[in-house]
């Protein structure tokens, strides 16, 4: 009896989506989950822009802004430092980058398959359990800005998450590390 109207109520949609089929769908119609889809983390645009970069981060906010000179060129999502590893506010430069930096200090465990046996590990804090070894986390894109903090690509969900470090989704890590050169100024504001 189920199965007989689950066809009834298919076969329905069916015929409107027919008879709809010559009038605009709505997106919401077509794409019923796209509400529930990722938004766009930013935006990069720096089309005729010159100027000295600049990159303004606003804790609050979840916020980075890249400028050449005053004009904004860059806005990304980020997430910063989580409650006890927060990301320290102040005026700092970036000092070296690495293209395809990998943590010493944070990462997973996992045994000789590559099963993770224990994840989101600190080495200084965690202990490693027998027939495990440490895989670090990778973390491109990486410009220090003050002793191990970086901004880098990385998980990037819409709050304060991080151990300290300003992750920048996939799309934006690249262009706000291909554009600031070491001595970049980075201003870290709450």
Same mark, same amino acid.
């Given at each position: 009896m189920k199965l007989r109207r689950l066809l009834q109520i298919a076969g329905a949609c069916a015929i409107a989506l027919i008879v709809c089929s010559c009038e605009e769908i709505p997106p919401y119609v077509q794409h019923p989950l796209a509400?529930?889809? /990722?938004q766009p983390s930013g935006y990069w645009n720096d089309e005729g822009v010159s100027g #000295? /970069?600049?990159i303004v981060v606003h804790i609050g906010e979840q916020k980075a802004y890249f400028y050449k000179g005053k004009h904004v060129v860059g806005e990304s999502t980020v997430s910063t430092g989580k409650p006890g590893f927060s990301t320290p506010p102040g005026n700092y430069s970036v000092v070296s980058k690495d293209k395809d930096h990998i943590s010493t200090i944070f990462g997973d465990y996992v045994d %000789?398959? +590559?099963n993770v046996v224990r994840s989101n590990i600190d080495v200084r804090? %965690?202990?490693r359990p027998p027939g =495990? $070894?440490? %895989? +670090?986390?990778q973390m491109p894109y990486a410009m220090f800005f003050r002793g191990g903090y970086a901004m880098h690509q990385g998980y990037v969900p /819409?709050?304060?998450? #991080? $151990? +300290?470090c300003i992750r920048l989704p996939k799309g934006m890590a690249r262009p706000f590390f291909d554009n600031a050169p070491v +001595? =970049?100024?980075?201003t870290v504001k709450e």
């Open positions: 509400a529930f889809a /990722p #000295s /970069p600049k %000789d398959y +590559g804090k %965690d202990r =495990t $070894h440490f %895989d +670090g986390a /819409p709050f304060a998450a #991080s $151990h +300290g +001595g =970049t100024p980075v």
